[in-house]
């Protein structure tokens, strides 16, 4: 059964550090990893990552994928209150079209 | 429209009741997909659309659930007789073509079942 892992599950920082935020996956067929950031309801998507060592970059943000491990890194630097989420990993498969999501790293930003 | 639109965002039901749930997709995306996310975890598929047929619903948990796309474009979830543990934030989202570029998520539905 495909398995995606995120950690830590909750993580409480001051505004202005640097958070690293991780995920593993044990999938067969795995064909891409995707980053969603979380605040209400609807997740909205960050990054997708297919290659290893390519590092994927949106302003403070920032993605690696390493394929050899099986496991990606989400980068935040220079947090601010608004970075506040529970931010989501999940696998893309070949074979078919669902994705298949870890529990999340709830991101608290203290002001 | 602009985004996925979900109707209603909030539903409470007693147990035993029958629910449906509504998502309007973006203009022109061929994939929906439907996603049931209980408090504190990740979403979990429940099945997918490619235009109005339903090419996988391996994750609806029984036959209590059902969805449909007769047209192609809009989607309705159906839970039949719900117990509590359907209570869930339900997730529709839709895209071009498949998930291979990732989806555009709707706001969801959050289904209280009491």
């Known amino acids: 059964e495909d398995k995606v892992v995120q950690s830590p599950l909750s993580l409480v920082v001051h505004e202005g550090d640097t958070v690293t935020l991780n995920c593993s996956y044990e999938?067969?067929?795995?064909?891409?990893l995707l980053w969603y950031k979380q605040e209400k309801k609807a997740p909205t998507f960050l990054f997708m990552l297919?290659?290893?060592?390519i590092e994927k970059k949106s302003g403070r943000l920032s993605s690696i994928l390493d394929k050899k491990e099986l496991f990606s890194i989400l980068n935040i630097t220079a947090t601010q209150t608004g970075d506040s989420a529970v931010y989501l990993c999940?696998?893309?498969?070949?074979?078919?079209?669902?994705?298949?999501f870890g529990t999340g790293t709830r991101l608290t930003i203290i002001p | 429209g602009a985004g996925v639109s979900q109707s209603p965002r909030y539903k409470v039901a007693k147990r035993g009741q029958d629910v449906a749930l509504r998502c309007d997709p973006i203009?022109?995306?061929?994939?929906l997909f439907w996603y049931q996310q209980a408090l504190g975890q990740g979403p979990e598929f429940l099945t997918y659309?490619?235009?109005?047929?339903?090419?996988?619903k391996s994750g609806l948990p029984s036959d209590r659930f059902f969805a449909e796309r007769p047209e192609g474009s809009v989607s309705t979830l159906k839970i039949q007789r719900t117990q509590q543990e359907d209570s869930a934030v339900y997730l529709c989202?839709?895209?071009?073509?498949?998930?291979?570029?990732?989806?555009?998520f709707g706001s969801g539905t959050r289904l209280t079942v009491v």
């Open positions: 989202a839709s895209s071009l073509e498949g998930g291979a570029n990732g989806y555009t």
């Open positions: 999938v067969t067929n795995f064909r891409s």
């Open positions: 297919t290659s290893s060592g």
């Open positions: 999940a696998s893309y498969n070949f074979g078919n079209e669902k994705l298949t």
């Open positions: 203009s022109g995306h061929v994939s």
């Open positions: 659309f490619q235009n109005e047929a339903q090419l996988d």
